[in-house]
């Protein structure tokens, strides 16, 4: 079993700064990538960012610029620095971690709210 907790969400204005972290633990074995997505109320859940093993990122359209991807290897822990916070960046950040056999894992997620 994999554990994945999220920590860093929180409630920031507008062109404000947040960085959420995700500690993995448990039985981790060949990870493939680790990344983060969000699910906004009524909306489904999209992929923010995700950096994989080899050290390749991506982005959603929406953030790029804007937020960064990074992760420590041992221990198993995943960052995302977001910037120039917008309000349509609220919502609901999950951390998720995917293996090379297929397998994959989400934390209990993490809300950020942008409100002035």
């Known amino acids: 079993q994999v554990q994945l907790v999220e920590s860093g969400g929180g409630l920031v204005q507008p062109g404000g700064s947040l960085r959420l972290s995700c500690a993995a633990s448990?039985?981790?074995?060949?990870?493939?990538?680790m990344g983060w997505y969000r699910q906004a109320p009524g909306k489904q859940r999209e992929l923010v960012a995700i950096t994989t093993s080899g050290g390749n990122t991506n982005y959603a359209d929406s953030v790029k610029g804007r937020f960064t991807i990074s992760r420590d290897n041992a221990p198993n822990t995943v960052y995302l620095q977001m910037n120039s916070l917008k309000p349509e960046d609220t919502a609901v950040y999950y951390c998720?971690?995917?293996?090379?056999?297929?397998?994959?894992?989400w934390g209990q997620g993490t809300q950020v709210t942008v409100s002035s």
């Open positions: 998720h971690l995917a293996s090379w056999s297929g397998s994959g894992s």
């Open positions: 448990g039985s981790i074995f060949n990870v493939y990538a």
